[in-house]
């Protein structure tokens, strides 16, 4: 009839074998798309996660960094309070010599009927007074950079040469004698626990 549409049957008959080759290549073509696909996006995670540790470490190296610095610092701020607290100290060892000394020689020089020195124990009692002043100045730093407990040790301190340097001035230099030793322990004891203070803390 007009119009039909007749077929080799060689091309039937081979239909089946282009079809199934055509399906086995586009289903390997489809896999190895896939693995790509799959290996691009398990790249991807991958440099994702890499630059997140980056990150991530990049931040604790600054958080570290900024910590030691801190540390340094009020380490060094300490430093500087308790080396000037010491020296402080040293002043006031040297005004109780001084007024001790001035009262001393005055107690003498009235006992020998002469005229004594009040000037100088006037000059003595202000020397001493400034270095006092002067230390409690620095023990009230040292307690905030270093502590209360420090705080009260150096409060100690303070009131123990205070009552010593009353008794200087009220002539009793038999129990100023007897207490001197027992303070200048003391005054060694209280420096040796400043300086534990910057050892302790020392960040190096």
Same mark, same amino acid.
Request: proline share 2%; glycine share 8%; with cysteine.
């Given at each position: 009839?007009t119009?039909?549409?007749?077929?080799?049957?060689?091309?039937?008959t081979?239909?089946?074998?282009?079809?199934s080759?055509f399906?086995?290549?586009f289903g390997s073509?489809l896999?190895?798309?896939?693995?790509?696909?799959a290996?691009?996006?398990?790249?991807d995670?991958?440099?994702?996660q890499v630059?997140?540790?980056?990150?991530?470490?990049?931040?604790?190296?600054?958080?570290?960094?900024?910590? =030691?610095w801190?540390? $340094?610092? %009020?380490w060094e701020?300490?430093?500087?309070?308790?080396f000037?607290? !010491?020296?402080r100290? /040293?002043?006031?060892k040297?005004?109780?010599?001084s007024?001790?000394?001035a009262y001393?020689?005055?107690?003498?020089?009235?006992?020998?009927?002469?005229?004594?020195?009040?000037d100088?124990n006037?000059?003595?009692a202000r020397?001493w007074?400034?270095?006092?002043?002067?230390?409690?100045?620095?023990?009230?730093l040292?307690?905030?950079?270093?502590?209360?407990?420090?705080?009260?040790?150096?409060?100690a301190?303070s009131?123990?040469?205070?009552?010593?340097? =009353?008794?200087?001035? $009220?002539? %009793?230099?038999?129990e100023?004698?007897?207490?001197?030793?027992?303070? !200048?322990?003391?005054? /060694?004891l209280?420096l040796?626990?400043?300086r534990?203070?910057?050892?302790?803390?020392?960040?190096?």
């Amino acid at each position: 009839m007009t119009g039909e549409i007749v077929v080799n049957p060689w091309v039937l008959t081979l239909v089946p074998f282009v079809a199934s080759g055509f399906g086995a290549y586009f289903g390997s073509y489809l896999k190895k798309k896939g693995e790509n696909l799959a290996s691009k996006e398990d790249i991807d995670d991958l440099v994702e996660q890499v630059r997140a540790v980056t990150r991530a470490t990049k931040e604790i190296e600054t958080k570290i960094s900024d910590e =030691v610095w801190d540390r $340094q610092k %009020r380490w060094e701020m300490k430093r500087d309070v308790v080396f000037e607290l !010491v020296r402080r100290s /040293g002043n006031v060892k040297d005004a109780l010599t001084s007024i001790m000394g001035a009262y001393g020689a005055n107690t003498d020089s009235v006992k020998r009927g002469g005229p004594g020195n009040l000037d100088g124990n006037i000059k003595a009692a202000r020397e001493w007074n400034g270095a006092m002043a002067s230390f409690e100045e620095a023990s009230m730093l040292a307690e905030l950079i270093c502590g209360k407990e420090l705080g009260q040790t150096l409060r100690a301190f303070s009131l123990l040469a205070r009552e010593l340097v =009353v008794k200087v001035m $009220q002539e %009793r230099h038999e129990e100023v004698n007897n207490e001197l030793a027992g303070f !200048v322990q003391r005054m /060694g004891l209280m420096l040796a626990e400043v300086r534990k203070e910057i050892v302790a803390d020392n960040p190096s």
